[in-house]
């Protein structure tokens, strides 16, 4: 009789191998499920602690990293045929005692959870280009250029915090022409001072935001016609956002390089360039996905030789789910991955019915797993606060 088996994989430094002590843990808290990791024990800088170990040599032409995403792409080789099987990444920790439902979610061949951004954001995270550095460039003309005309700039990080929050409200006022039109009104029939919100003030006087506490959060641009304008950047007045040469946010941080580089590394088209792609921290498989996993695998181990990819396997997966013509299989609901991104500033926690939301509470889940891919163990952030006392 098939059983369910939850998987870890770990290689190298005491850093990740006390990450999953900590989701070892919380796991075996919750779960009645056998729970076994995967590793090279060679490799590891500490010890293990975990009764179910399956220990695979690894070829030493591989780094640490590279040798996890060995092991983890190419777990149908190593672990027993005729279980169900749920890969976790070692940030992946359970949080309650509905996570071994997570079986029931299996859809052939094989069934991940969606990423926390789409593939053009995701891009240049997975391939050699050049737009990290330009995107830094834009901004470093844009500050510059503030300072030049002495327009201030908010420079403390809680501050700059809380002006992403703000604009993440003007985007979603900006999404209905009801929400928009409401908002006008109010603000022509305001003055000095239009409230937002219980949070945020806009003062009409000084052309400021402002937090409701009194600190300044945005100064407003207002640029004049005749002022010189920056080289490289664009402003447009009516969204009050600035483009690059391309057209492009300079705080949006995408590209395509990403669907070229797949196009040329393995003849695959993507056809839609922004796919809402997969996140590999959690998937479910079994003996009917070994043709995927070994296609994945093999496509993972080709990019580590290929200079214009980065050591990464999201990139292959997305090709991998192309190739098999699943773009549109179905996914893991957030509840069994929610992935904690300490700058989404949608990212918001109702702990008394220990429900979150990472778009503003528009929508919100209970979740089973919690993903915590950075920000690991931040002791004044509210959502690791919260994820400690679940056993505590």
Not at 209 to 223: F, R
Request: glycine share 4%; aromatic share 16%; proline share 2%.
């Amino acid at each position: 009789m098939s059983k369910n088996i939850f998987v870890f994989v770990v290689c190298g430094s005491s850093e990740h191998i006390d990450t999953l002590h900590f989701s070892l843990l919380y796991l075996r808290h919750f779960s009645k499920n056998e729970i076994i990791v995967v590793t090279d024990s060679s490799r590891n800088e500490i010890t293990v602690n975990h009764d179910k170990i399956i220990d695979v040599k690894i070829d030493k032409k591989y780094n640490h990293h590279q040798a996890s995403i060995y092991l983890k792409t190419g777990l149908n080789k190593f672990l027993p045929k005729g279980n169900n099987y749920c890969y976790l990444d070692t940030d992946v920790i359970a949080v309650s005692n509905s996570c071994d439902n997570i079986f029931n979610e299996y859809v052939s061949p094989i069934t991940f959870a969606p990423d926390h951004c789409k593939l053009r954001k995701f891009s240049a995270y997975a391939v050699n280009c050049n737009c990290s550095e330009e995107w830094k460039k834009n901004r470093t003309i844009y500050y510059d250029y503030m300072e030049s005309i002495e327009l201030k700039t908010i420079k403390d990080p809680y501050l700059i915090k809380k002006a992403t929050e703000l604009q993440f409200l003007f985007d979603n006022l900006n999404k209905t022409i009801f929400k928009k039109s409401l908002t006008a009104i109010k603000f022509a029939l305001s003055y000095p001072k239009f409230v937002l919100n219980q949070e945020f003030h806009f003062n009409r006087k000084t052309r400021t935001w402002h937090l409701n506490t009194g600190e300044i959060v945005m100064y407003e641009v207002n640029l004049k016609k005749n002022q010189e304008k920056p080289n490289g950047i664009v402003f447009n007045k009516w969204n009050q956002k600035w483009y690059d040469r391309h057209g492009n946010d300079i705080w949006q941080d995408e590209c395509d390089h990403l669907s070229i580089q797949i196009a040329e590394t393995f003849n695959l088209k993507i056809k839609n360039k922004n796919w809402q792609h997969w996140n590999g921290g959690v998937f479910l498989f079994n003996d009917q996905s070994e043709d995927f996993l070994n296609t994945w695998h093999q496509k993972t181990m080709y990019i580590f030789t290929q200079p214009n990819w980065k050591t990464r396997d999201q990139g292959t997966l997305i090709a991998t789910a192309w190739e098999f013509g699943l773009s549109n299989h179905p996914t893991l609901s957030k509840k069994w991955n929610f992935i904690a991104d300490y700058f989404n500033n949608g990212l918001m926690l109702n702990s008394n019915e220990g429900i979150l939301t990472d778009d503003g509470f528009n929508t919100c889940y209970k979740p089973s797993f919690m993903h915590v891919y950075h920000n690991w163990g931040k002791q004044d952030w509210e959502i690791w606060q919260w994820i400690e006392n679940k056993i505590s």
